[in-house]
Nanobody, 127 residues
């Protein structure tokens, strides 16, 4: 059964850190690119970061570059998003998505290219 499940969200002060986890049980990570998206209240969902199915290529949305890091642990079937120096504008529901791109370095933050989604985890940055 293919499913994605996010965890690790919560309330954090500006400047703080959180690590989100995406449980990718059922997915062969050699075949799927995994990306993180987020949706803030009243805004459209936007791509945040992606790791290719090859595991060798990553990409980040401009406002999170240098602050967020995506990684994966194939043995644990988990993709992580380490978020440092959090800002109020990072407040959103964070989703992970899986797109079928076997053995590929291809990366895209176009949500139309993702077929599977988790339910999301809330991240709130506030003092």
């Amino acid at each position: 059964q293919l499913r994605l499940a996010e965890s690790g969200g919560g309330l954090v002060q500006p400047g703080g850190s959180l690590r989100l986890s995406c449980d990718t049980s059922g997915f062969n990570l050699d075949h799927y690119a995994i990306a993180w998206f987020r949706q803030a209240p009243g805004k459209e969902r936007e791509g945040v970061s992606i790791i290719s199915s090859s595991g060798t290529t990553t990409n980040y949305e401009g406002s999170v570059k240098g602050r967020f890091t995506i990684s994966r642990d194939k043995g644990a079937n988990t993709v992580y998003l380490q978020m440092n120096s959090l800002k109020r504008e990072d407040t959103a529901v964070y989703f992970c998505g899986a797109g079928y791109r076997p053995w590929s370095d291809y990366v895209s933050l176009n949500e139309d290219e993702y077929d599977y989604w988790g339910q999301g985890t809330q991240v709130t940055v506030s003092s």
